[in-house]
Nanobody
Framework: QVQLVESGGGLVQAGGSLRLSCAAS????????MGWYRQAPGKQRELVAD???????NYADPVKGRFTISRDGAKNTVYLLMNSLTPEDTAVYYC????????????WGQGTQVTVSS
C-alpha cells in the first residue's frame, strides 16, 4: 500500500500563489505516474497536471503557464506550484500516485482545500 499526505492548501487572494505538497510512504517501488487533480463543488474531478518518473509533464489547458508540477524522488514527494490563482481554481486538490505495471496500484490522497477569493 501507498499512503499519500497532502499539505499546502489554504485561502489566498486572486493573483496569489500556493504550493501544494504530496508526500508518499509505504510500498512505493515501481510508482511511475504522479498527478494532481481537483474537484470543485458540483463538478467532476479533473486532471490538473501529471508527471512521470522520468519527469515528463502534462498540464490541463486552464492551468498551463500558471501551474508547475515537480517531483523530488529522494523525498518521494510531488509538488504543485500554483501562481496567478483565480477564483475558478477554488477546489479540493488531490494527489494521485500510480503503478501502471504489475502489480498495478492506484492511490489517492485525502485532498486539500484551495480557496481563492476575489
Amino acid at each position: 500500500q501507498v499512503q499519500l499526505v497532502e499539505s499546502g492548501g489554504g485561502l489566498v487572494q486572486a493573483g496569489g500563489s500556493l504550493r501544494l505538497s504530496c508526500a508518499a510512504s509505504g510500498t512505493i517501488f515501481g510508482i511511475n505516474a504522479m498527478g494532481w487533480y481537483r474537484q470543485a463543488p458540483g463538478k467532476q474531478r479533473e486532471l490538473v497536471a501529471d508527471i512521470t518518473a522520468g519527469s515528463s509533464t502534462n498540464y490541463a489547458d486552464p492551468v498551463k503557464g500558471r501551474f508547475t508540477i515537480s517531483r523530488d524522488g529522494a523525498k518521494n514527494t510531488v509538488y504543485l506550484l500554483m501562481n496567478s490563482l483565480t477564483p475558478e481554481d477554488t477546489a479540493v486538490y488531490y494527489c494521485r500516485f500510480q503503478r501502471t505495471s504489475w502489480p498495478r496500484g492506484d492511490y489517492w490522497g485525502q485532498g486539500t482545500q484551495v480557496t481563492v477569493s476575489s
